[in-house]
């Protein structure tokens, strides 16, 4: 509905869709644009290696896409596994087109006070380190994904101050489409023209 609203023109644009579960939602509708780039992190594997024949593996803090590749950047449901969210938002801002806009989905506590709170750390020698509870979420290539942050609502004023770019929360309520209830957040950011 967002996508439509801000980019009706979607299946014409250069597409990044980190992380999608192609068998559902909006993935399934991206797989038409012939722009289209799907990447998930095999930490195992090099970075910008094709998997599978069908994912890119890119980490979202450390991307090989090049400067200004992308109309549009999409993650559903992906930044709260991120272990360096600032890092992640600078490296989609990198590869955006001026005017180019990410569009993201994550669990907002509404009830927190703080934009982002941790829940682990990862240490130099790689292992993680739990500052909460572990929480483990679905993933659509494996059996589950640490929840590294909790995100509040304040975000937006954060995200703005990691990079320059308008940053819009939109909460709604559609019974229609069945979208009731808790988090049903979507995050659009835009990156400045020029």
């Known amino acids: 509905m967002i996508l439509n609203e801000l980019r009706p023109e ?15 939602g909006i993935s399934k ?6 722009g289209y780039i799907a ?19 890119e980490n979202l803090e ?11 950047t999409i993650s559903l449901d992906v930044m709260e596994h991120v272990f360096e969210p600032e890092q992640a938002f600078k490296e989609i801002y990198r590869t955006l087109k001026p005017g180019g806009l990410y569009i993201c989905t994550f669990p907002v506590r509404n009830y927190q006070v ?38 509040g609502y304040n975000l937006h004023q954060l995200i703005a101050t990691w990079v320059p770019m308008d ?11 069945g979208v009731i209830g808790e988090y049903t957040e979507v995050i659009v950011c835009r990156k400045q023209k020029r």
């Open 114 to 151: 703080q934009a982002m709170e941790r829940r682990c750390v990862m240490l130099p020698d790689g292992t993680r380190r739990d500052l909460k509870e572990p929480e483990i979420h679905g993933n659509p290539i494996g059996d589950g994904s640490i929840v590294t942050v909790d995100w």
């Open 167 to 177: 940053v819009r929360v939109c909460r709604f309520d559609d019974a229609t489409h």
């Open 10 to 24: 979607w299946r014409s644009l250069a597409i990044h869709e980190s992380s999608p579960d192609r068998t559902r």
């Open 62 to 72: 450390a991307m090989t896409f090049k400067d200004e590749q992308f109309d549009l």
């Open 39 to 57: 990447s998930q992190y095999f930490p195992d594997r090099q970075p910008g290696e094709i998997v599978w024949d069908v994912f890119r593996n």
């Open 29 to 34: 509708k991206l797989l038409d644009a012939p």
